[in-house]
């Protein structure tokens, strides 16, 4: 469903996408995930939902809104149909993590591995791009399954071109940074080698090194796994912004790293936390939060 939607004249595609959207919406398509039933009873969303309503006040109005995966709690993670749903929704940002096959092409995909995410199997650095085209991303929504190609940085670059801001995220490949060069020479491909069109982040230090040298006029940002956050490393980081998992967040950090000059931004994995934790951080001033809920972030921030 939906892969018939490809990268053409934007206009049409925008029209079209946004026509099925609207579609789903009326048929009640837009359901919690399936397989997270616990997002919208036990854990309470509705009421959260509620509260976030109003809080403008005290949260941030400049919050970056970071649309993690795309809208990846609507659609498949890392499609163009993910990524339209957010772009849609007005967020700030597009989340993509960047992968590199076996012929030196950039995808868009988060793990490791093709197994949780798509219909193949296997480290994408194994398979060709022909390979992964052969594939479909798949996820179940409202009990339906939903299948769409895992998009190349060219085709999501072809399709919102300066429409959009990326906030892309490298990876070491074979340990070793091969993918940064080529996505420079894709990024100038299609002028988007602006601060206004794109930022930079990675848990590697040596390919955000890497982009700094490459393209030292872009934003960058030094993300943090999960518990192992260390605030002297932050501090002593030569990047303009800080990206942390919410547990390991607390006011004293925020005020420290932003009384430095950076900024912070939170990501979340704990989907049965998030909408509480999301909550949390922005009441204490952070800068920017990779969402897997846009419109509850926006909700609590009144918007
Ligand atoms: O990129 C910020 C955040 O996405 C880091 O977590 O594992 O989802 O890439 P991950
Ligand atoms: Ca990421």
Same mark, same amino acid.
């Given at each position: 469903m939906l892969s018939f939607i490809g990268v053409s004249a934007m206009p049409w595609r925008r029209i079209l996408l946004s026509s099925v959207i609207a579609i789903f919406m009326i048929s009640g $398509? $837009?359901? @919690?995930k399936p397989q997270t039933?616990? @997002?919208?009873?036990a854990y309470g969303a509705e009421a959260l939902y509620a509260r976030a309503a109003g809080k403008s006040e005290s949260a941030s109005a400049d919050l970056e809104i970071i649309a993690h995966r795309g809208a990846n709690n609507i659609f498949n993670e890392h499609t163009l149909t993910a990524y339209e749903i957010a772009a849609d929704a007005e967020v700030d940002s597009i989340e993509i993590d960047l992968r590199m096959t076996k012929d030196h092409q950039l995808i868009a995909l988060h793990d490791t591995t093709l197994d949780r995410t798509t219909t193949g199997t296997g480290a994408p650095e194994e398979l060709t791009l022909n390979e992964i085209k052969q594939l479909d991303t798949v996820a179940v929504f409202g009990g339906k399954v939903y299948k769409e190609p895992v998009p190349t940085l060219n085709e999501i670059f072809a399709a919102f071109a300066q429409e959009e801001h990326y906030y892309i995220e490298t990876r070491l490949v074979g340990g070793d940074t091969k993918m940064e060069e080529p996505f420079i020479h894709l990024l100038e491909e299609y002028d988007l080698l602006d601060p206004e069109y794109v930022s930079f982040q990675s848990f590697s230090k040596e390919s955000l090194q890497k982009m700094q040298e490459l393209a030292p006029e872009i934003r960058t940002t030094l993300l943090y796994g999960t518990d192992k956050f260390e605030l002297e490393d932050a501090l002593n980081a030569d990047v303009d912004v800080i990206g942390i998992e919410s547990?390991?967040?607390t006011q004293d950090i925020v005020d420290k790293i932003q009384q430095q000059g950076k900024e912070v931004h939170v990501f979340f994995t704990d989907e049965r936390t998030q909408l509480v934790e999301q909550q949390r951080v922005i009441m204490y001033g952070v800068d920017g939060v990779f969402t897997d809920d846009i419109e509850f972030t926006k909700q609590v921030i009144g918007q």
């Open positions: $398509f $837009f359901e @919690a039933p616990q @997002a919208t009873s547990r390991n967040i």
